[in-house]
């Protein structure tokens, strides 16, 4: 099968193939004649970031996987400013962490096309919140574009690059997990010469303090500036390809759908048999243009506005209605559910009561006819996988530090530490807070070691924060500098699985790797002594016995005591292990030794392990076991024995 | 025709569906996918929605799917309610029980695990056709037990009213899979084949 990171490159103007929305983005800026591409990998925008590494060599881009999203949207910032077209991309949360220098750096512009990909996560697949990156738009006066399938996604990446030259203004390219992970029908485009010679383009900055450095002298003229862009922007956006109006011209009612709300309206409409009907199919949610509301309202006695999440269209055109002194009826939010992502069920429902219709079935009913049937279904939220190196760092932290430790943690796979029967996840907040809130918690309950006053020894409560070794160099390091510096009496127990394993295995400063070969290797052991850590150790998750001890010395420090916990990622190592066509060991219950105690599911959790309640012992299912042996550590009476071997 | 693929993360439900995209790319059937990746797959309960020949939105409008093809019998029932009135159900009948369920267990909060005969009579009960397949046990026929998603594969272009022929399916599933596994994975996918032809 042709690969997908060789079909974004393939030179066939015409050719029409599947591609993931994320896919069809970079094939969109490589068309766009991209020079530079930065990000940190999030849910749901990856996998634009891993095809952009898979090819950047190929197509003489250069592609860098930054080690967060400040640190990304400043890279490709600059490239821009250096006259190169260049994109940045992150989920919405990562919009957070790159806010600083986004809202500061507006004012400035671009000289080449900025293009700033955001993946939004309605009813939150992937997240730990359903925030909308229209708002953010809105606040900075940035356009923001939003396609409503794969190959509109691919069209609107080249226009927005356009849009953004042509004003020297940023450019949002929003999506959500239903555009990014939606795999349709793409039409290729004409590939650029650079690009397919792989010319690395190199760009050149022009020095301009009055532009470029933000005293208030200079970024007092911003303001005005960018007010003056959004509304010329809005003006062009009158004549945007991705903004149409259509149905039936005389129409007495019109809906207005942005994005992919498009697709679920067109079939809603369809389901409903409704037909006099005019629809404004809006790809510019923010700013939306006039001109175009101005002749979709024409004729127009009620309107209905079918958007998801929050009513960022809903306002812009109910405050031109009044000012343009229309007072027609306008709905929104009061018909379509304000939180968790659209659906064709929801369009429908909306759609039935705004013109008073019945829907096509009974939603109600079939609602309580399936609740009967698949009600005994029990819950299977995502979990920790067999072999997870996390699994064993938690169940020797927790048997180190007792249920009465605090353990705040961070973002990362080993969230799931949250779960039974692990439990060792007391808070999760965002990208870095482990280490902020552990400090803060021992600030309250401990006090600073710099303070006269302050608990030690057997007086302390215990802390033990987790963070992952990718969110540990995203924002981690700050936040130890300042659990060093003020003295703080916390465990930090860096869980490094040498991957940033959650969002697809992408490399990060721990390991050093690069997409344009061998960058540096950062070890984090060495980071936290430099800093000054009261105690560091690296221990192998995989040695329970060796972790567990390990831990128990630290915290019989007083301060701050840093232990990475360094194993690979299972996952990546089955994977890569399954390619070179290795075996591995399954681990068998020895019914003779088990006595049927349960530590191993009350204490351990591995998925492969469940109860045989006839025998009353545990088992291993086979097809489910990779090996690590974990179970034979954890297991008081030795009954987990490796059997045969496994693929 | 409107297909939900669902069962356990890990157990290879994306490929499933991007095998029988592959597929309409060759036939130049429209088709639109929406998947799950990230930490929703994380041995979680994983759903893909593919419209094959019709719809825009990568969403199955509830209670418009035509089949359900489940890796896991829970995860079929999970999501039964997609499924057409008369809709058919393809599942493995193999159970995976979660971590969860099964602490709840032992602690004596349930007093059973959930059994296959009860997911089965469930389904039943919706008025879903319904074929099972030993997913586990044609797989490791075939030589490996990493095929199951491939036999169900082949399960679903035994039905009667699948858009595509099973010469075009076979050449998706080898372009699909790894090299070294396209031998193996062929056979899963006749093995899953004939099972249900057998069944109709």
Redesign the interface.
């Known amino acids: 099968?042709?690969k997908v990171t060789d079909i974004v490159l393939w030179d066939k103007p015409g050719e029409?193939?599947?591609l993931?929305g994320n896919h069809a983005i970079a094939r969109g800026a490589l068309e766009a004649n991209i020079a530079v591409f930065a990000a940190y990998p999030g849910?749901?925008s990856?996998?634009l970031t891993d095809t952009m590494a898979a090819v950047a060599k190929k197509a003489g881009v250069y592609m860098e996987y930054s080690t967060n999203e400040k640190v990304a949207f400043e890279t490709a910032l600059a490239a821009a400013w250096s006259g190169l077209r260049a994109m940045t991309a992150m989920k919405h949360v990562g919009l957070n962490v790159a806010a600083d220098t986004f809202m500061s750096a507006v004012g400035m512009g671009v000289e080449g096309g900025f293009v700033i990909m955001v993946a939004d996560d309605p009813s939150m697949?992937?997240s730990q919140n359903e925030q909308d990156t229209r708002v953010y738009a809105k606040f900075a006066n940035v356009p923001v574009l939003e396609p409503s399938?794969p190959h509109e996604a691919k069209e609107m990446t080249k226009y927005a690059f356009e849009l953004s030259e042509k004003f020297k203004h940023f450019v949002i390219l929003r999506t959500t997990?239903?555009?990014s992970?939606?795999?349709?029908?793409v039409v290729l485009g004409e590939l650029p010469e650079e690009i397919k010679k792989a010319e690395r383009k190199f760009g050149k900055f022009k020095k301009d303090p009055t532009r470029f450095v933000d005293v208030p002298a200079h970024a007092r003229k911003f303001h005005p500036l960018i007010l003056e862009k959004i509304e010329k922007i809005r003006e062009e956006l009158n004549n945007c390809p991705f903004n149409w109006i259509e149905g039936k011209e005389d129409a007495k009612v019109g809906i207005i759908a942005p994005g992919?709300s498009y697709?679920?309206v067109?079939?809603a409409l369809a389901?409903l048999g409704v037909e006099d009907v005019k629809v404004l199919k809006l790809g510019t949610p923010f700013p939306v243009p006039y001109g175009l509301l101005e002749k979709f309202f024409d004729g127009l006695e009620k309107v209905l506005i079918v958007e998801e999440l929050e009513p960022v269209v809903e306002e812009q055109v109910k405050t031109w209605a009044y000012d343009r002194g229309l007072r027609i009826p306008i709905h929104g939010k009061d018909l379509v559910p304000r939180v968790y992502e659209m659906?064709?069920?929801r369009a429908?429902e909306a759609i039935a009561k705004f013109l008073g219709l019945e829907t096509p079935?009974n939603?109600a009913e079939?609602?309580e006819?399936?609740e009967k049937?698949?009600q005994?279904?029990?819950?299977?939220?995502?979990?920790?996988?067999p072999a997870c190196p996390h699994r064993n760092s938690f169940f020797a932290i927790r048997k180190a530090a007792g249920p009465k430790a605090i353990y705040p943690s961070d973002i990362g796979?080993y969230?799931?530490g949250v779960?039974?029967?692990l439990r060792t996840v007391d808070t999760t907040v965002a990208m870095g807070a482990s280490i902020g809130i552990g400090h803060g918690l021992s600030i309250a309950m401990n006090g600073s070691l710099a303070e006269e006053e302050h608990k030690e020894g057997k007086e302390k409560q215990i802390i033990v924060a987790t963070i992952g070794d990718s969110t540990f160099y995203h924002t981690g390091l700050p936040a130890l500098a300042n659990a060093i510096y003020n003295r703080s009496n916390v465990l930090i127990v860096v869980l490094d699985n040498l991957v940033t394993a959650?969002?697809?295995d992408q490399p990060n400063p721990g390991t050093g790797q690069t997409p344009h070969g061998m960058g540096k290797r950062i070890p984090i052991e060495d980071v936290a002594k430099a800093m000054g850590a009261d105690f560091v150790a690296v221990v192998d998750p995989y040695d329970i016995k060796a972790t567990y001890e390990t831990i128990k010395k630290a915290l019989e420090v007083e301060g701050v005591s840093v232990v990475v916990s360094r194993q690979v990622c299972a996952?990546y190592k089955v994977g890569q292990m399954?390619?070179r066509?290795m075996k591995w060991p399954i681990y068998q219950v020895n019914e003779d030794k088990c006595t049927g105690c349960?530590i191993c599911?009350?204490a351990y959790?591995?998925?492969a392990?469940?109860?045989d309640?006839e025998n009353k012992k545990a088992k291993v299912?086979p097809?489910?076991c990779w090996g690590c042996g974990g179970c034979a550590q954890v297991c008081p009476f030795d009954a987990f024995e490796p059997m045969k071997e496994g693929? | 025709m409107n297909v939900i693929y669902c069962g356990?993360?890990?157990q290879g439900i994306v490929l499933m569906?991007?095998i029988v995209?592959?597929a309409?790319?060759r036939k130049?059937i429209?088709?639109?996918?929406?998947?799950?990746?990230?930490?929703?797959?994380?041995?979680?309960?994983v759903i893909v929605h593919q419209r094959i020949g019709e719809?825009?939105?990568?969403?199955i409008?509830?209670?418009e799917a035509d089949v359900i093809l489940a890796l896991e019998p829970?995860?079929a029932?999970?999501y039964?309610?997609f499924l057409k009135p008369g809709g058919t159900v393809i599942t493995n009948t193999r159970l995976?029980?979660?971590?969860?369920?099964?602490?709840?267990?032992?602690?004596g909060k349930?007093d059973?695990?959930?059994t296959y005969e009860?997911?089965v009579e469930?389904?039943r009960?919706?008025g879903a056709k319904l074929y099972e397949i030993d997913a586990?046990k044609l797989a490791e026929e075939a030589g490996?037990?990493?095929a199951q998603n491939v036999v169900l594969v082949g399960a679903l272009t035994a039905l009667p009213d699948f858009p595509i022929d099973k010469e075009t399916m076979l050449e998706a599933v080898k372009?699909?899979v790894?090299e070294?596994a396209v031998e193996a994975n062929v056979r899963a996918f006749e093995l899953g084949y004939k099972a249900v032809k057998e069944l109709l």
């Not at chain 1, 005994?376 to 996988?385: A, E, G, K, Q, T």
């Not at chain 2, 429209?30 to 309960?45: F, I, K, N, T």
């Not at chain 2, 719809?55 to 969403?59: M, T």
């Open positions: 099968m042709a029409r193939v599947l993931l849910t749901p990856s996998e697949w992937s399938s997990t239903r555009t992970h939606a795999r349709g029908d992919l697709a679920y067109k079939e389901w659906t064709t069920r429908v079935i939603f079939i609602d006819k399936y049937v698949s005994i279904v029990p819950p299977r939220p995502p979990s920790l996988c796979c969230t799931l779960l039974p029967p959650m969002t697809g996952l399954r390619r066509r349960k599911i009350n959790g591995c998925p392990i469940y109860w309640p299912d097809t489910m693929e | 356990v993360g890990g569906s991007n995209g592959e309409c790319a130049g429209h088709v639109v996918s929406g998947e799950l990746h990230g930490l929703s797959q994380r041995s979680g309960s719809g825009l939105s990568p969403l409008p509830y209670g829970m995860e029932l999970r039964i309610y995976i029980h979660h971590p969860y369920e099964t602490e709840n267990f032992v602690k349930i059973k695990y959930i009860e997911i469930n389904i009960k919706s586990l490996t037990a990493l372009a699909s790894p070294k």
